[in-house]
Protein backbone atom coordinates (compact mmCIF):
# COMPACT_ATOMS: atom_id res chain seq x y z
CA UNK A 1 0.00 0.00 0.00
CA UNK A 2 1.58 3.65 -0.96
CA UNK A 3 2.62 5.98 1.71
CA UNK A 4 1.52 9.49 1.54
CA UNK A 5 4.25 12.05 -0.06
CA UNK A 6 6.26 8.99 -0.22
CA UNK A 7 7.97 10.44 -3.82
CA UNK A 8 9.45 13.51 -2.12
CA UNK A 9 10.62 10.48 1.24
CA UNK A 10 14.06 11.96 2.56
CA UNK A 11 15.47 13.52 -0.43
CA UNK A 12 18.16 15.10 1.86
CA UNK A 13 19.74 11.43 2.58
CA UNK A 14 20.14 11.14 -1.05
CA UNK A 15 22.64 14.03 -1.36
CA UNK A 16 24.76 12.47 1.47
CA UNK A 17 28.53 10.94 1.25
CA UNK A 18 27.92 8.25 3.61
CA UNK A 19 30.49 6.16 5.00
CA UNK A 20 29.80 2.51 5.45
CA UNK A 21 30.84 1.26 9.28
CA UNK A 22 30.01 -1.38 11.75
CA UNK A 23 26.16 -1.37 12.64
CA UNK A 24 25.74 0.05 16.11
CA UNK A 25 23.73 -1.52 18.32
CA UNK A 26 19.39 -1.10 17.43
CA UNK A 27 17.88 2.14 19.66
CA UNK A 28 15.75 1.40 22.49
CA UNK A 29 12.61 3.16 21.83
CA UNK A 30 12.65 4.54 25.90
CA UNK A 31 15.79 6.17 25.61
CA UNK A 32 15.83 8.15 28.91
CA UNK A 33 14.85 12.16 28.24
CA UNK A 34 14.66 14.71 30.81
CA UNK A 35 11.50 15.60 30.39
CA UNK A 36 9.43 18.97 32.59
CA UNK A 37 6.89 16.87 34.70
CA UNK A 38 3.64 17.93 34.04
CA UNK A 39 4.09 20.43 31.29
CA UNK A 40 2.61 20.34 27.55
CA UNK A 41 5.11 19.85 25.07
CA UNK A 42 4.95 19.81 20.99
CA UNK A 43 5.78 16.87 19.10
CA UNK A 44 8.75 19.10 17.23
CA UNK A 45 10.06 20.06 20.43
CA UNK A 46 10.33 16.67 22.17
CA UNK A 47 12.05 14.98 18.79
CA UNK A 48 14.24 17.79 19.04
CA UNK A 49 15.23 16.92 22.90
CA UNK A 50 15.02 12.58 22.06
CA UNK A 51 17.27 13.46 18.65
CA UNK A 52 20.06 15.12 20.48
CA UNK A 53 20.28 12.25 22.97
CA UNK A 54 20.51 9.52 20.60
CA UNK A 55 22.90 11.28 18.56
CA UNK A 56 22.84 9.77 15.31
CA UNK A 57 25.00 11.04 12.32
CA UNK A 58 25.16 10.15 8.63
CA UNK A 59 27.80 7.82 9.69
CA UNK A 60 25.93 5.79 11.36
CA UNK A 61 23.77 4.36 8.13
CA UNK A 62 24.70 3.95 4.13
CA UNK A 63 22.85 5.63 1.25
CA UNK A 64 22.07 1.74 0.03
CA UNK A 65 20.24 1.20 3.46
CA UNK A 66 18.41 4.45 3.23
CA UNK A 67 16.82 3.65 0.03
CA UNK A 68 16.07 0.15 1.25
CA UNK A 69 14.74 1.93 4.60
CA UNK A 70 12.11 4.08 2.70
CA UNK A 71 8.15 3.61 3.52
CA UNK A 72 7.21 2.71 -0.29
CA UNK A 73 10.40 -0.62 -0.45
CA UNK A 74 9.02 -1.39 3.11
CA UNK A 75 5.43 -2.18 1.54
CA UNK A 76 6.56 -3.93 -0.26
CA UNK A 77 7.28 -7.07 1.98
CA UNK A 78 4.32 -5.97 3.98
CA UNK A 79 1.75 -6.69 0.95
CA UNK A 80 1.67 -9.44 -1.70
CA UNK A 81 -0.84 -9.37 -3.81
CA UNK A 82 -2.52 -12.28 -5.12
CA UNK A 83 -2.00 -10.95 -8.65
CA UNK A 84 1.75 -11.59 -7.78
CA UNK A 85 1.37 -15.24 -8.48
CA UNK A 86 5.32 -16.05 -8.59
CA UNK A 87 5.82 -13.91 -4.57
CA UNK A 88 2.23 -15.52 -3.88
CA UNK A 89 4.06 -18.80 -4.06
CA UNK A 90 6.90 -18.09 -2.63
CA UNK A 91 5.60 -15.75 0.36
CA UNK A 92 6.11 -16.51 3.97
CA UNK A 93 3.46 -15.82 6.67
CA UNK A 94 0.80 -14.18 4.13
CA UNK A 95 -2.40 -14.22 4.75
CA UNK A 96 -4.90 -12.46 2.57
CA UNK A 97 -2.43 -10.55 1.08
CA UNK A 98 -0.88 -9.58 3.64
CA UNK A 99 2.36 -10.76 5.68
CA UNK A 100 1.88 -11.15 9.28
CA UNK A 101 4.55 -11.13 12.49
CA UNK A 102 5.52 -14.87 13.00
CA UNK A 103 4.05 -15.34 16.65
CA UNK A 104 0.45 -13.65 14.85
CA UNK A 105 1.17 -15.32 12.07
CA UNK A 106 0.54 -18.93 13.15
CA UNK A 107 -2.66 -17.91 15.30
CA UNK A 108 -4.62 -16.29 12.45
CA UNK A 109 -4.20 -18.99 9.93
CA UNK A 110 -4.72 -22.32 12.36
CA UNK A 111 -7.09 -24.27 10.74
CA UNK A 112 -10.46 -23.63 12.97
CA UNK A 113 -11.68 -26.99 11.79
CA UNK A 114 -8.91 -29.26 12.16
CA UNK A 115 -8.56 -27.69 15.73
CA UNK A 116 -11.73 -28.86 16.93
CA UNK A 117 -11.18 -32.37 15.13
CA UNK A 118 -7.99 -32.49 16.98
CA UNK A 119 -9.72 -32.05 20.19
CA UNK A 120 -12.63 -34.00 19.57
CA UNK A 121 -10.58 -36.94 18.94
CA UNK A 122 -8.58 -36.30 21.64
CA UNK A 123 -11.22 -36.22 23.79
CA UNK A 124 -12.72 -39.29 22.31
CA UNK A 125 -9.06 -41.42 22.66
CA UNK A 126 -8.77 -40.26 26.08
CA UNK A 127 -12.31 -42.30 27.22
CA UNK A 128 -11.35 -45.30 25.21
CA UNK A 129 -7.58 -45.47 27.21
CA UNK A 130 -9.17 -45.74 30.13
CA UNK A 131 -9.98 -49.29 32.18
CA UNK A 132 -13.14 -50.81 31.35
CA UNK A 133 -14.99 -49.98 34.64
CA UNK A 134 -14.11 -46.05 33.76
CA UNK A 135 -14.51 -45.93 30.31
CA UNK A 136 -18.34 -44.43 29.16
CA UNK A 137 -19.62 -46.69 26.86
CA UNK A 138 -23.31 -44.65 25.34
CA UNK A 139 -22.07 -43.17 22.36
CA UNK A 140 -24.54 -40.30 22.26
CA UNK A 141 -22.60 -38.94 25.92
CA UNK A 142 -19.14 -39.78 24.58
CA UNK A 143 -19.88 -37.52 21.37
CA UNK A 144 -21.47 -34.79 23.24
CA UNK A 145 -17.83 -34.98 25.94
CA UNK A 146 -15.82 -34.80 23.00
CA UNK A 147 -18.24 -31.68 21.28
CA UNK A 148 -17.68 -29.62 23.98
CA UNK A 149 -13.99 -29.89 23.65
CA UNK A 150 -14.18 -29.21 20.47
CA UNK A 151 -16.33 -25.84 21.33
CA UNK A 152 -14.01 -25.00 24.41
CA UNK A 153 -10.80 -25.14 22.12
CA UNK A 154 -12.62 -23.28 19.49
CA UNK A 155 -13.64 -20.54 22.11
CA UNK A 156 -10.43 -20.16 23.12
CA UNK A 157 -9.18 -19.80 19.76
CA UNK A 158 -11.74 -17.06 19.46
CA UNK A 159 -10.78 -15.08 22.50
CA UNK A 160 -7.33 -15.29 21.61
CA UNK A 161 -8.25 -13.48 18.05
CA UNK A 162 -10.52 -10.88 19.72
CA UNK A 163 -7.26 -10.14 22.19
CA UNK A 164 -4.63 -9.96 19.05
CA UNK A 165 -7.06 -7.72 17.63
CA UNK A 166 -7.58 -5.45 20.18
CA UNK A 167 -3.67 -5.56 20.56
CA UNK A 168 -3.53 -4.50 16.57
CA UNK A 169 -6.30 -2.24 17.17
CA UNK A 170 -4.83 0.22 20.40
CA UNK A 171 -1.96 0.38 18.39
CA UNK A 172 -3.79 1.60 15.42
CA UNK A 173 -5.49 4.05 17.84
CA UNK A 174 -2.23 5.44 19.50
CA UNK A 175 -0.48 5.82 15.93
CA UNK A 176 -3.29 7.61 14.46
CA UNK A 177 -3.34 10.28 17.99
CA UNK A 178 0.63 10.24 17.23
CA UNK A 179 -0.01 11.66 13.32
CA UNK A 180 -2.47 14.10 14.47
CA UNK A 181 0.27 15.68 17.22
CA UNK A 182 2.61 15.32 14.85
CA UNK A 183 0.96 17.59 12.57
CA UNK A 184 -0.65 20.08 14.90
CA UNK A 185 1.85 22.25 14.50
CA UNK A 186 2.98 24.55 17.57
CA UNK A 187 -0.17 23.55 19.19
CA UNK A 188 0.76 21.12 22.31
CA UNK A 189 -1.85 18.54 23.26
CA UNK A 190 -0.28 16.21 25.64
CA UNK A 191 1.59 16.51 29.02
CA UNK A 192 5.59 15.51 27.54
CA UNK A 193 5.61 12.09 29.34
CA UNK A 194 2.28 10.84 27.27
CA UNK A 195 3.56 12.51 24.52
CA UNK A 196 6.68 10.85 24.55
CA UNK A 197 4.83 7.18 25.44
CA UNK A 198 3.12 7.37 21.81
CA UNK A 199 6.61 8.31 20.15
CA UNK A 200 7.80 4.79 22.15
CA UNK A 201 4.55 3.04 20.49
CA UNK A 202 5.22 4.61 17.22
CA UNK A 203 9.37 4.15 17.54
CA UNK A 204 8.33 0.22 17.87
CA UNK A 205 5.32 -0.36 15.58
CA UNK A 206 7.70 1.15 12.53
CA UNK A 207 10.15 -1.44 13.56
CA UNK A 208 8.03 -3.77 13.71
CA UNK A 209 6.69 -3.50 10.38
CA UNK A 210 10.07 -3.48 9.19
CA UNK A 211 10.86 -7.09 10.79
CA UNK A 212 7.53 -8.30 9.00
CA UNK A 213 9.10 -6.83 6.00
CA UNK A 214 12.12 -8.37 6.11
CA UNK A 215 10.57 -12.34 5.91
CA UNK A 216 10.04 -11.70 2.20
CA UNK A 217 12.25 -8.97 1.03
CA UNK A 218 15.28 -11.53 1.20
CA UNK A 219 17.35 -9.68 3.91
CA UNK A 220 19.34 -11.56 6.42
CA UNK A 221 20.00 -10.38 10.33
CA UNK A 222 22.75 -8.05 9.11
CA UNK A 223 20.83 -6.11 6.84
CA UNK A 224 17.74 -5.78 8.94
CA UNK A 225 20.27 -4.30 11.33
CA UNK A 226 21.18 -1.83 9.00
CA UNK A 227 17.26 -1.07 7.48
CA UNK A 228 16.99 -1.00 11.09
CA UNK A 229 19.63 1.64 11.98
CA UNK A 230 18.63 3.71 8.83
CA UNK A 231 15.44 4.17 9.58
CA UNK A 232 16.40 5.72 13.54
CA UNK A 233 18.37 8.10 11.35
CA UNK A 234 15.77 9.29 9.17
CA UNK A 235 13.49 9.61 12.63
CA UNK A 236 16.18 10.72 15.00
CA UNK A 237 19.01 12.22 12.67
CA UNK A 238 19.16 15.13 10.87
CA UNK A 239 20.59 17.44 13.33
CA UNK A 240 19.42 20.94 12.15
CA UNK A 241 17.22 20.01 10.42
CA UNK A 242 14.04 19.08 12.83
CA UNK A 243 11.39 19.80 9.93
CA UNK A 244 13.02 16.53 7.71
CA UNK A 245 12.58 14.83 11.08
CA UNK A 246 8.83 15.64 11.51
CA UNK A 247 8.24 14.57 7.70
CA UNK A 248 9.53 11.27 7.79
CA UNK A 249 7.67 10.88 11.18
CA UNK A 250 4.55 11.40 9.09
CA UNK A 251 5.51 9.12 6.73
CA UNK A 252 6.68 6.45 8.51
CA UNK A 253 3.62 6.27 11.00
CA UNK A 254 1.45 6.75 7.97
CA UNK A 255 2.90 3.63 6.69
CA UNK A 256 2.47 1.53 10.48
CA UNK A 257 -0.57 2.64 10.86
CA UNK A 258 -1.37 1.24 7.29
CA UNK A 259 -0.27 -2.18 8.03
CA UNK A 260 -2.15 -2.32 11.41
CA UNK A 261 -5.25 -1.65 9.59
CA UNK A 262 -4.78 -4.06 6.81
CA UNK A 263 -3.97 -7.06 9.86
CA UNK A 264 -6.99 -5.67 11.31
CA UNK A 265 -9.12 -6.78 7.94
CA UNK A 266 -7.45 -9.34 7.57
CA UNK A 267 -7.85 -10.71 10.51
CA UNK A 268 -11.74 -10.34 10.29
CA UNK A 269 -12.02 -13.42 7.72
CA UNK A 270 -10.18 -15.77 10.53
CA UNK A 271 -13.07 -14.72 12.85
CA UNK A 272 -15.63 -15.35 10.55
CA UNK A 273 -13.89 -18.39 10.21
CA UNK A 274 -13.85 -19.19 13.70
CA UNK A 275 -17.43 -18.21 14.59
CA UNK A 276 -18.74 -20.54 11.54
CA UNK A 277 -17.19 -23.73 12.76
CA UNK A 278 -17.85 -22.77 16.77
CA UNK A 279 -21.64 -22.63 15.63
CA UNK A 280 -21.47 -26.15 14.95
CA UNK A 281 -20.73 -27.14 18.73
CA UNK A 282 -22.19 -24.39 20.12
CA UNK A 283 -25.57 -26.62 21.13
CA UNK A 284 -23.18 -28.93 23.25
CA UNK A 285 -21.76 -25.78 25.19
CA UNK A 286 -25.17 -24.74 25.71
CA UNK A 287 -26.23 -27.84 27.35
CA UNK A 288 -22.78 -28.34 29.51
CA UNK A 289 -23.86 -24.63 30.71
CA UNK A 290 -27.85 -25.64 31.46
CA UNK A 291 -26.66 -28.45 33.51
Do not use: C
Amino acid sequence: MPTEDDQTFGQQNLMHTFEAIPRTDLLPPDMPVELVENRKVTFSKLINMVSYRYGLTKADTTIEDLERARPMNIDRGLYIPKEDKERTEQAEHLYQEVVFPSPQFGLITRSPRGLANRAYAKTQAANDRKPADQKQTDRDIVHATASRAAGHALEKRADDLEELRNGISAELIALRALRREIGSGGRAHYRAENLDKLRQRGHTSIHQAVEAAAINLGWDNQLVDGVQQAVNYNLYGYHGHNNQRIKNWRQYTWMAGNYAKARIKAMAVSQRATSVVLKRYQPFLDEADQE
